[in-house]
């Protein structure tokens, strides 16, 4: 399989075609952003970690019955996937305080919620990732009632299914952002990348930040934290 024309380059991937027209090569670089774009740097080896760690989670899911994007991973940065259709929602689920969530609501980070919560934000750069609930997402079209239930049903399985991974890691899962995609023939599938870009993951026992809150916070040692929590997932898969 060979990557053709680039057919979208974002803040942390680039995406190719290939020669089938229903596959695409996904290519992670090291570039980091934040706050919406307004922060940028790099993050060494960023690109090889999330590349293996999101492939290994959605090869561990798709066996918990959750439906996925992954096709076969090429080399330490890229993967084949399938094409999909993006729905514009970013799904955010949370187990603990943090974040955007205990700014908004003017609570501090770290408490833990009897039940996880669900949150979406319409997916556009221009508004700043809005947030919405389910009402606004079919009045805007986003997606159907139907998409939205199954949406719904599979990031709750996808939070009980990482969290109890992550806990016989030694690592708390706090919350995570993910994308889902449609195929041609309109199954629902995740897609994007599963990664400490997109998850909270603190050490169960320091509480230690081991993800992205290293670099948008300036904490240093990101890099390290990256490494520490693959080699966790690696020898606990
Ligand atoms: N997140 C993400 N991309 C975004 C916004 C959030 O991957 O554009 C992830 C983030 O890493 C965290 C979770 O979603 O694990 C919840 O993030 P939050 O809403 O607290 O926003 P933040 O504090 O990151 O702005």
Known sequence: MEKKNLMYEGKAKKVYETEDPQLLIVSYKDDATAFNGLKK??????????NKM???????LEKSGVPTHFVEELSDRETVVKRVKILPLEVIVRNISAGSFAKRYGVEEGIVFAEPTIEFSYKNDGLGDPLLNSYHAAALGLCTWE?????KKYAFAINDCLKAFWK????????????????SDGTIVLADEISPDTCRLWDSKTGEKLDKDRFRRDLGG????????MRRLCEHI
């Not at 998409?147 to 949406?151: A, C, D, K, Y």
């Open 41 to 50: 740097g790099s993050i060494s080896g960023k690109g090889v970690i999330n």
């Open 54 to 60: 999101s492939n290994l989670l959605m090869q561990m």
């Open 147 to 151: 998409e939205m239930e199954t949406v």
């Open 168 to 183: 016989s890691c030694g690592v708390t899962l706090v919350d995570f952002k993910i994308e889902f995609g449609k195929l």
């Open 222 to 229: 990101t890099e390290e934290a990256y490494v520490e929590v």
